[in-house]
């Protein structure tokens, strides 16, 4: 099958790439210009570049396409200013959209985020949970909501084959461009943590368990449906752990208590306002965090036959990744002061 993946050099997006060529299916890709595109440099794939605006090559790289993975987000929560997060994940998604429903696809998968399903403390949530006030809501998990909405009243309006893979928090190796948890993942494998944080806990899925599950969908997904893909709920200290174990070092003694967290994110929020500036820990972000409720991936497991490893052995792998691209770099440097002290001996 012919398959394109818009935002194929994200994380996500580069290892539902590697999995389509790897299954032997005419894999194209765009990306924008000066991307980081190492997570699919090494893969035989057509590419086009330009972003979500970029009209023409949007419909010259779906022309003749099967499927399309939708993989662009804008996933910074922290924003003062939040209006590039309605830019992407909002009005880049309705220009999408509005050409993808004229391209005679077979399936438009479309990386939606499980923040779109309603969760209360105490309960477990499904998909049938749906947001219906807007109160309240970061704008981060506003714009996720309204893309959501976009793409299943496309689906229903306008007869685009599309469905919306609800995705948790992904781990797991090949994190090029180092998303915000996988910074996590980094700083416990390389014994940096300071603190973990406490009664932070997140849904949590291996990123190559996630890529599986959306090709799964272009395959046997019901068109309009919604789909939550996570393996577990897991603590912050708990993956920590995992992570330092898995590279080796002690992971951080110190406990950081919920009361002091909002302290800081107080601080953050204070300081954000004062000077203009973008602070991840802020009142809005740590408000995200302490969002969470368990949620039921039963559906996924039923109607696509998505059978995730436990999230666990991404983690490890995620730590192992860090370590082994640390070490890289240091033989890299090290070669590279030896090549430069044998052009000194020579030259003497």
């Given at each position: 099958m012919t398959v394109l993946v818009i935002g194929a050099n994200g994380y996500l997006g580069s290892h539902v790439t590697r999995q389509l060529v790897e299954a032997g299916h005419d894999v194209r890709v765009m990306v924008r210009e000066n991307a980081n595109t190492t997570g699919i440099d090494d893969l035989n794939v057509t590419r086009f570049v330009g972003d979500i605006w970029s009209d023409d090559t949007l419909r010259a790289a779906m022309d003749g396409v099967d499927d399309l993975y939708y993989c662009v987000v804008d996933t910074r929560g922290w924003l003062r200013d939040p209006a590039p997060l309605f830019r992407t994940n909002v009005d880049g998604t309705r220009n999408v959209l509005e050409i993808a429903k004229h391209a005679g696809l077979r399936r438009f998968v479309y990386t939606s985020s499980y923040v779109t399903a309603a969760r209360k403390r105490g309960r477990v949530s499904t998909e049938d949970d749906v947001i219906t006030s807007m109160r309240g809501l970061t704008p981060y998990v506003r714009s996720r909501v309204q893309a959501e909405r976009l793409v299943l009243r496309y689906a229903a309006e306008h007869g685009l084959p599309a469905v919306a893979m609800c995705v948790s928090t992904t781990y797991g190796a090949g994190d090029w461009g180092q998303t915000p948890h996988g910074a996590i993942i980094a700083g416990a494998a390389f014994g940096k943590l300071p603190f973990v944080m406490d009664k932070i806990e997140l849904e949590a899925v291996g990123v190559d368990d996630a890529a599986r599950a959306l090709i799964l969908a272009a395959e046997r997904g019901r068109v309009g449906e919604r789909y939550l893909i996570s393996e577990k709920m897991i603590s912050n200290a708990e993956v920590v752990r995992i992570a330092a174990e898995a590279a080796g070092v002690a992971p951080p003694k110190r406990v950081l208590p919920l009361p002091v967290s909002?302290?800081?994110?107080?601080?953050?929020?204070?300081?954000?306002?004062?000077?203009?500036?973008?602070?991840?820990?802020?009142?809005?972000?740590?408000?995200?965090?302490?969002?969470?409720?368990?949620?039921?991936?039963s559906k996924a497991r039923r109607e696509l036959g998505w059978e995730p490893r436990p999230v666990e052995e991404s983690i490890r792998e995620a730590a192992r990744f860090w370590v082994g691209l640390r070490e890289a770099r240091r033989r890299q440097r090290r070669e590279a002061v030896g090549n430069d002290t044998a052009r000194e001996g020579a030259a003497e």
């Open positions: 909002y302290l800081l994110a107080t601080l953050g929020s204070v300081k954000a306002a004062l000077r203009g500036t973008d602070e991840r820990l802020s009142l809005g972000s740590l408000r995200l965090m302490r969002a969470e409720a368990p949620l039921d991936c």
